[in-house]
């Protein structure tokens, strides 16, 4: 079974499609492993939730998931993110509304357990430290946890004294997950946020044990001009062109 990992496509369809288009032309993939924001900041929630469900797949709530349908408040999101997602909320339809409402805090996928922001606290943390993940890793019971939410490609492992190693993914690298404990971000697919403006994802083999990360070009220009024409706020424009 192949897997293609997605994280924070964020209402992004260019870049959910260039994504889409690169798992296939490396070999393809048996489904979708999406670990949340489906929706949000971008011009095209209601179609990459279309796509995302044309697919076999497993997915997991985001904060902006429920934000846009009032499962959470909007009042912990920054003025932009509150606007953003109160727009893509207008233009979803009652099955795309109820689909978002169902879905799960935590899902398995293989060796993978899926949570947006931790094991810990599903929706909302952001896990971008060695003590943060260190609580994590007692919280799940797969080789690897994968999550999202601050759409930075990271790999947490966890040592035999106990200690938790971080890094940054690269380009093209395969993690071999058997006989590991990791924890894994394969980045944002729809707003990139490590200075690289590239669409980021991830490639699971269960055969091969391995979780392969990629970067991948795709036409940015057409995802802001579709934000000009829905009045999306210019800062959520301007940050696509730096991946920050």
Known sequence: MRALVVADVHGNLAAFEAVIADARRRGGFDLIACVGDIVGYGPAPGECLALLRSFPHVAV????????IGKVSLSDFNPAAAEACRWAGAQLNADQRTYLEELPLTATVGDLTLAHGSPRDPIWEYLVSESAA??????FNTPACLVGHSHIPLLFEQQADGSCAERLLAPDEAVPLQGRRLIINPGG????????PRTAYALYDHEAR???????????AATQEAMRRHGLPQSLIERLSYGV
Do not use: K, M, S
């Open 134 to 139: 260190r609580a994590c890793f007692p919280l």
């Open 189 to 196: 697919v729809g707003q990139p946020r490590d200075r690289d």
């Open 61 to 68: 709530a985001g904060n902006h998931d429920w934000g846009a």
């Open 210 to 220: 391995t979780l392969t990360h990629r970067r991948v070009a795709y036409d940015i």
